[in-house]
């Protein structure tokens, strides 16, 4: 069974940085694109980012562009999200995600998911 355990999160200023990590298992993680969304409270879970299992392609959501970074590290198995000049409309639980095939948008396309990680950023 795909396991997938994210850390990093906590709370930090308005402005401020935070790394989050995504440890996979039982998979062959070179193979896939890996999914970062996010979901705040009272709202559906997004998109934030994906990279392929090279590395070479990666996707953000526009509202990220140019602050978050994805990227990974195959041979320790983990996906990570470099996530600078934080704003409050990014608190949310951070999860990573893996599908059989490929990367999507809609969540409800995922079926391995992390336990999660919350993101708190003060104003």
């Known amino acids: 069974q795909v396991q997938l355990v994210e850390s990093g999160g906590g709370l930090v200023q308005t402005g401020g940085s935070l790394r989050l990590s995504c440890a996979a298992s039982?998979?062959?993680?070179?193979?896939?694109?890996m999914t970062w969304f996010r979901q705040a409270p009272g709202k559906e879970r997004e998109f934030v980012a994906a990279?392929?299992?090279?590395?070479?392609?990666?996707y953000y959501t526009d509202s990220v562009k140019g602050r978050f970074t994805i990227s990974r590290d195959n041979t320790k198995n983990t996906v990570y999200l470099q996530m600078n000049s934080l704003k409050p409309e990014d608190a949310a639980v951070y999860y990573c995600a893996v599908r059989p095939l490929g990367w999507r948008t809609n969540p409800g396309m995922y079926p391995y998911w992390g336990q999660g990680t919350q993101v708190t950023v003060s104003s």
């Open positions: 039982e998979l062959t993680f070179s193979s896939y694109f």
């Open positions: 990279i392929s299992g090279s590395g070479d392609t990666i």
